[in-house]
C-alpha cells in the first residue's frame, strides 16, 4: 500500500467518524464528500471560503499533527442553530455569532475531534491522544493559512453541513505514516492470506450467505508491556540498550483487537518455534482459565 | 429533586444539561467552566449531585474528580465525556464517579443516570 493509499484510508476513516458526530446534531444536513491527500508544498487551507470558523485539536505526547475543520460562518451558524433545535433563518444575517453560537459549535467540534481521534486509534492500534480544541475566526484565508503550520502530510475533504461548503483537515506526522501503511498492509495480507489465521472467512462470508458483521478481518495484537520516556532518550537509544517494561516476566499480557483491550493471557511457545497466546481472560467477562483458548 | 451543579467548559453544554436536569425537576444551584472552579464551588454549595466535563481547561475532570472524592468520599459525581474517551470513563469511575453520560446525549439519558445516582 502507498503512502498515498494509506492516508486516504485514514482519512475516510475519521471523516467518516466526524459525520458521524455532525449528523447527531443535525440529521440529514451533513453531506461528506471524497477524501483527497494534498499535494506536498500546499497547504490544506487553501481556497477555503471566509469568513471561517476553524476548530484545531492536536496529538498530545509530543507528536505533530492533529485535525483541523473549517466551516464559513453561516456554516457555524446554521449549525448552532441546528444544536439549539432553532430554525436556521431565525439567527441568519446576525452581524456575528453570540456567545453561545460559539460555544455550541466548540462543542460540536470537540465531539467530532475526539471521534477522529477514536477512529485513528482504531487504524493505527494504538492510543490516539488530543488536546484541548481551540476554535478561531478568519476574515482572510491568508490569515487562516498563517494560523497553522503544515504537517509533512495531511487529507482533506470536504463536507457539507447544513448545506454550507466546510473542510476537514487530518495534519498527519510521519511517525503516523509508518504505523498506519504497515498497520493497513497486514491487515491486507490477513485477508489475502488463503492458509492464514483469518482461514478465508474474510473473503467467504458467514455460511448461509447474509451480510454480517462476521466475516470482517480485525487486526489482533500482543501487548509484552510499555514503557515511558522522554524523547530525547529514544533518539539516543544504541543497538544493545535494553528498554525496561512495566510488566514483570510472569504477568499476563494484554490482547488487544483493532486497538481495544480484549482479553490478557499467557505468552507461550507452539511446535517448537511459533509465539502464541493463550486466552485466560476475556475482557469484562469473569476470569476462566479451565476453558482457556490459544491464539497463534 | 436534586441540588446540581454542572460543570462543563462550553455554555452551550451547561445549558443543554440545565434545561435537561430543569425539566426533570431538579434544581440547578450552580455552574463551573473548568475544574479550578469545580472544587471551589462544590465546597461552596455543597450539592447533592455534580455533573463533571472530562476534557476543560485549567484543570481537568479526572483531577477535579479525584479532588471532590477527597473532599467528600460519598460525593455523588456523573462523568460527561465525548466518544473515544472510553478509557478515561474507566479510570473516573475507578476513582468514584457513580455513572457516566456520552457526549451528544439525550436529556433522558442525563435524567436515567441522574436518578440512578441518587437512589
Not at chain 1, 444575517?93 to 470537540?110: F, K, T, Y
Not at chain 1, 504505523?179 to 491486507?188: Q, V
Not at chain 2, 434545561?19 to 472544587?39: C, M, Q
Not at chain 2, 472524592?69 to 468514584?96: F, T, W, Y
Request: hydrophobic content about 45%; some cysteine.
Amino acid at each position: 500500500m502507498t503512502t498515498d493509499e494509506a492516508l486516504v484510508k485514514l482519512g475516510q476513516s475519521t471523516t467518516k467518524a466526524i459525520c458521524g458526530v455532525l449528523e447527531m446534531f443535525a440529521p440529514g444536513q451533513i453531506t461528506p464528500g471524497e477524501v483527497a491527500v494534498v499535494a506536498p508544498g500546499k497547504h490544506p487551507l487553501e481556497g477555503i471560503p471566509v469568513p471561517a470558523v476553524a476548530t484545531m485539536v492536536s496529538y498530545v505526547d509530543g507528536v505533530t499533527g492533529g485535525y483541523l475543520f473549517v466551516m464559513t460562518a453561516e456554516g457555524a451558524r446554521k449549525l448552532a442553530a441546528a444544536m439549539m433545535g432553532m430554525e436556521p433563518d431565525e439567527t441568519a444575517g446576525a452581524p456575528e455569532l453570540s456567545e453561545l453560537e460559539l460555544s455550541a459549535v466548540a462543542e460540536a467540534m470537540n465531539q467530532m475531534m475526539a471521534s477522529a481521534a477514536g477512529a485513528t486509534t482504531a487504524v493505527l492500534g494504538i492510543e490516539v491522544e488530543i488536546g484541548v480544541p481551540e476554535t478561531r475566526s478568519f476574515m482572510s484565508t491568508d490569515a487562516a493559512i498563517d494560523a497553522y503550520a503544515r504537517t509533512p502530510h495531511a487529507t482533506r475533504a470536504a463536507v457539507s453541513v447544513c448545506g454550507e461548503p466546510c473542510r476537514f483537515v487530518q495534519l498527519v506526522p510521519n511517525a503516523f505514516v509508518v504505523r498506519m501503511t504497515r498497520a493497513l498492509d497486514e491487515a491486507e495480507y490477513t485477508t489475502a492470506d488463503p492458509g492464514g489465521a483469518s482461514g478465508g472467512a474474510a473473503r467467504d462470508g458467514p455460511r448461509d450467505g447474509t451480510p454480517s458483521l462476521a466475516g470482517i478481518s480485525v487486526r489482533v495484537c500482543a501487548e509484552l508491556g510499555r514503557a515511558r520516556m522522554p524523547s530525547a532518550g529514544i533518539v539516543g537509544l544504541p543497538a544493545g540498550a535494553v528498554v525496561g517494561l512495566n510488566r514483570q516476566a510472569d504477568e499476563p499480557i494484554d490482547l488487544y483487537v483493532n486497538g481495544r483491550p480484549f482479553a490478557t493471557g499467557r505468552l507461550m511457545v507452539v511446535d517448537g518455534s511459533d509465539w502464541a497466546v493463550r486466552i485466560e481472560s476475556i475482557v469484562g467477562q469473569p476470569e476462566n482459565v479451565n476453558q482457556s483458548k490459544e491464539v497463534a | 429533586m436534586a441540588r446540581v451543579l454542572v460543570v462543563d467548559d462550553a455554555a452551550f453544554m451547561r445549558k443543554m444539561v440545565t434545561d435537561a436536569l430543569t425539566r426533570g425537576g431538579h434544581e440547578v444551584v450552580g455552574e463551573a467552566g473548568n475544574g479550578l472552579e469545580a472544587i471551589d464551588r462544590f465546597q461552596e454549595l455543597k450539592p447533592d449531585l455534580t455533573t463533571l466535563d472530562i476534557t476543560m481547561p485549567e484543570k481537568d475532570g479526572l483531577t477535579a474528580l479525584k479532588e471532590i472524592i477527597e473532599l467528600d468520599p460519598g460525593a455523588r459525581v456523573i462523568m460527561c465525556s465525548a466518544l473515544g474517551q472510553e478509557s478515561k470513563v474507566l479510570e473516573s469511575i475507578k476513582l468514584g464517579a457513580k455513572d457516566f453520560v456520552v457526549k451528544p446525549f439525550q436529556a433522558d439519558r442525563v435524567l436515567e443516570a441522574v436518578g440512578k445516582a441518587l437512589g
